[in-house]
């Protein structure tokens, strides 16, 4: 039982370049977040997908789009990097509205 | 959600109790107190959560006050390991997915 697993773990891009971040949770919960984290502050919540086929925008969602592939896996894309989208990316998994479980995060810097 | 406030910063001794307060005058009456800490840089992880009755569980105790508006997180015998940001968030548990991460107390267990 590996929890929520994310996928890279560090990436640098430069400016323009595009990527996606991967996440996968093996506790069959219906609900998937995507945060971000950066230097000092708590987190944002960017989007989220309170069940399978479902999206949602958070708090910050300019500049990423998202993928709710399937009951177990919520991908994170940002379509063209700025230096502003540095930071860590955590994606969450909870049954509903329940507490949340976290992944060990990706950290990524944009040049 | 309400708003929350925290101290930046505390010290504990080891095997101390650690007891870390938290500010939330406009929190409505269907809205709970959640804890989550973070170790480092690792994803947040859920301690525990209350309405108005005092909880605990093996990891902590929550002590929320009569009129609701400010509560305590008790951890009865700190260890270093617990040297971890605190954040204490309130939110509705029903119909939002959503969780307001403020900055949290920056905890640190001194042996």
């Known amino acids: 039982n590996a929890g929520v697993t994310q996928t890279p773990k560090f990436q640098v891009l430069k400016t323009g370049q595009s990527m996606t971040l991967q996440c996968a949770q093996d506790?069959?919960?219906?609900?998937m977040y995507w945060y971000r984290q950066d230097p000092g502050m708590g987190l944002r919540l960017i989007y989220y997908?309170?069940?399978?086929?479902?999206?949602d925008k958070g708090e910050v969602p300019n500049g990423y789009n998202v993928s709710r592939l399937n009951k177990r896996e919520f991908s994170l894309r940002l379509e063209s990097a700025a230096p502003s989208q540095t930071s860590v990316y955590f994606c969450a998994s909870s049954e509903a509205v329940d507490e949340q479980y976290f992944g060990p995060g990706t950290r990524l810097t944009v040049t | 959600d309400a708003k929350t406030t925290q101290p930046p910063s505390m010290d504990c001794a080891e095997g101390r109790a650690a007891n870390l307060p938290c500010n939330h005058s406009t929190i409505s009456g269907n809205e709970y107190v959640y804890w989550y800490r973070q170790i480092h840089s690792q994803g947040p992880q859920y301690i525990i959560h209350g309405l108005k009755n005092n909880e605990t569980n093996e990891m902590a105790s929550l002590i929320i006050t009569e009129d609701r508006k400010s509560s305590t997180l008790i951890l009865p015998h700190a260890t270093l390991r617990d040297t971890a940001v605190y954040y204490c968030?309130?939110?509705?548990?029903?119909?939002?997915?959503?969780?307001?991460f403020g900055t949290g107390t920056r905890l640190k267990v001194l042996a």
């Open positions: 997908s309170a069940s399978e086929g479902t999206t």
């Open positions: 506790m069959n919960h219906n609900s």
């Open positions: 968030i309130v939110r509705v548990i029903s119909g939002t997915y959503k969780y307001i």
